[in-house]
């Protein structure tokens, strides 16, 4: 049974370049959230998505979007790079929505660098 | 979100039981307590949750007080591989998680 996967696992970038990062939920799970995890820090909370829909939203800017598929797999988008847009960059899924207790699931994120 | 507090650090001894501690004194009685460790450059681990009662599973036990004002997180047989961040979060439902700075946990041979 696969867990969450996350493609590339690194990713070398150039100040105002866009990306796009990808994430496979756990078999059976439908709801998809992204972390961005600074160096030294813990994961902060940019987006969740659940039904191919945004349903809660971190601090972050509009330059973060995302896109859930019909699959439930899911897309980070990030426009207009920045050097601080430097971090490691979880998925996680998880099953239905918001209001569950059921736990989320990390995969091992994507390490982006921007230089 | 209850804002839980952990110790920065501790040590454990290998072989013998790790209990960690967290205080979450304003916690709401929907919310739950989730335990997650963090392994250098891996992501977040899911070890244990729970509402009120104790509960177990093969990785650890989860004892939460009567008052649900902290919980401790014990893993029975701490090995090298236990060396870890962990974070405790309480939280209602599978929403954002808010992960703090953790306790760094390191296992002494």
């Known amino acids: 049974d696969a867990g969450v996967t996350q493609s590339p696992t690194h990713l070398i970038k150039t100040r105002g370049q866009q990306v796009t990062l990808r994430c496979s939920p756990k078999?059976?799970?439908?709801?998809v959230s992204w972390y961005q995890q600074a160096l030294g820090q813990g994961p902060q909370f940019i987006f969740q998505?659940?039904?191919?829909?945004?349903?809660q939203r971190g601090n972050f800017p509009d330059r973060f979007s995302g896109h859930q598929f019909p699959n439930y797999s899911s897309e980070l988008n990030v426009n207009a790079l920045l050097l601080g847009d430097s971090a490691l960059y979880l998925c996680a899924s998880s099953s239905q929505g918001a209001y569950s207790n059921q736990p989320q699931h990390f995969g091992d994120g994507t390490r982006l660098s921007i230089l | 979100d209850a804002k839980t507090t952990q110790p920065p650090s501790m040590d454990c001894a290998e072989g013998r039981a790790a209990n960690l501690p967290c205080n979450h004194s304003?916690?709401?009685?929907?919310?739950?307590v989730y335990w997650y460790r963090q392994i250098h450059s891996q992501g977040p681990q899911y070890i244990i949750h729970?509402?009120?009662n104790n509960e177990t599973n093969e990785m650890a036990s989860l004892i939460i007080t009567e008052d649900r004002k902290s919980s401790t997180l014990i893993l029975p047989h701490a090995t090298l591989r236990d060396t870890a961040v962990y974070y405790c979060?309480?939280?209602?439902?599978?929403?954002?998680?808010?992960f703090g700075k953790g306790n760094q946990v390191v296992v002494i041979p």
């Open positions: 078999s059976g799970h439908d709801t």
């Open positions: 729970g509402l009120k």
């Open positions: 304003t916690i709401s009685g929907n919310e739950y």
């Open positions: 979060i309480a939280i209602y439902g599978n929403n954002r998680l808010a």
């Open positions: 998505y659940y039904e191919e829909e945004e349903r």
